[in-house]
């Protein structure tokens, strides 16, 4: 028995090495675990285009939106590691698994090939409500009920959820989550005032409060953002040491051949280091990191123990 898995190794092994070379030899999936029109959307579609003509394959964007993520989560972790299906998530990747109950596992069942790049988190208030600064709001937050004010945010376990919590505490205020199915539909209702106050990244928010649709009340980066002029960071207002920037990662299933990994990393490297592609990223609010492999495996780690705190601190469930 042993002689015959040693032999069944060794004619694998040339077979392995053929799919390795010939990659890709048949289309590829982009996976995005949000609806169409936010930023982790935006990230796949700037890439598509470059990814289709350095690969010499099509390149699809599939959406499939649903439980902050997970269920895109969940598609790519299923998928055959044949390095055909790629997902393109965000920090909510890391977070989930400290608030619901996955049918994967993510540090076993995915690889991190590529952080793309970070920028802010942006809280935003509609021109009709009253407060035109965090300052005000949070003096509005005092003077009413516990939780009276509520926040919209794309899903419960998102960065824009638990950062918010985070903020809530070290105000000292209480606000209530109003948790949607992805960040396009809850910016629909922002715009419309349905919510008063709406926690989104850059990339979304950013173009309606540069054109007065929304109002900037602060970022959850260290100083003011650069895209953002007039829209002071957390820290300048008062919240000592509060940042939170938001992030977004290109992941595959784990079983995928490290050449295969390798190779898209270098591809999704060589995209970002293109002045144009990286002239796009910039203008959606991001800064463009590009770490790949083992240097993003360190962050999102890092990320997953810094956020799961918040969590269990603040017991936040699916609920939300």
Same mark, same amino acid.
């Not at 490290?258 to 293109?274: D, H, K, N, S, Y």
């Given at each position: 028995m042993q002689r015959r898995a040693v032999t069944l190794g060794l004619l694998a092994a040339p077979s392995l090495a053929l799919a390795q070379e010939n990659w890709p030899n048949r289309p590829l999936r982009l996976i995005v675990g949000w609806p169409p029109g936010g930023s982790v959307d935006i990230v796949a579609r700037l890439l598509q285009p470059r990814l289709q003509a350095l690969l010499g394959q099509p390149v699809v964007v599939e959406n499939r939106p649903g439980a902050t993520g997970t269920l895109g989560a969940a598609e790519t972790a299923r998928a055959a590691p044949d390095g055909l299906t790629w997902l393109i998530a965000q920090d909510s990747q890391v977070i989930t698994p400290s608030i619901m109950t996955l049918p994967y596992d993510v540090r076993r069942d995915f690889a991190p090939i590529m952080l793309i790049g970070r920028g802010p988190l942006l809280v935003t208030s509609h021109p009709s409500n009253p407060w035109g600064s965090f300052q005000e709001l949070m003096a509005a937050a005092r003077a009413r009920p516990p939780g009276s004010i509520t926040y919209a945010t794309a899903g419960v376990g998102t960065m824009m959820h638990v950062a918010m919590v985070q903020l809530c505490n070290l105000a000292g205020v209480d606000l209530t989550h109003v948790p949607y199915r992805g960040g396009a539909p809850a910016l629909a209702d922002a715009l419309a005032g349905q919510v008063p106050l709406f926690v989104t990244n850059a990339p979304v928010g950013g173009p309606h409060v540069r054109n007065g649709a929304l109002k900037g009340l602060g970022v959850t980066t260290a100083t003011a953002w650069r895209d953002l002029p007039g829209v002071p960071s957390f820290q300048e207002q008062g919240i000592a040491g509060f940042e939170a920037p938001t992030w977004?990662? /290109?992941?595959?299933?784990?079983? #995928?051949? =490290?050449?295969?990994?390798?190779? *898209?990393?270098?591809?999704? &490297?060589?995209?970002? &280091?293109?002045?144009?592609?990286?002239?796009? #990223?910039?203008?959606?609010? *991001?800064? /463009?990191?590009? /770490?790949? =492999?083992?240097?993003?495996?360190?962050? &999102?780690?890092?990320?997953t123990e810094r956020w799961a705190r918040v969590v269990r601190a603040n017991n936040i469930r699916l609920a939300g």
């Open positions: 977004w990662g /290109v992941f595959s299933p784990a079983g #995928v051949p =490290g050449g295969i990994r390798e190779r *898209m990393a270098e591809t999704l &490297a060589r995209i970002l &280091a293109e002045p144009e592609t990286r002239g796009r #990223v910039e203008a959606q609010g *991001m800064d /463009v990191l590009a /770490v790949a =492999g083992e240097g993003f495996a360190t962050f &999102a780690a890092a990320e």
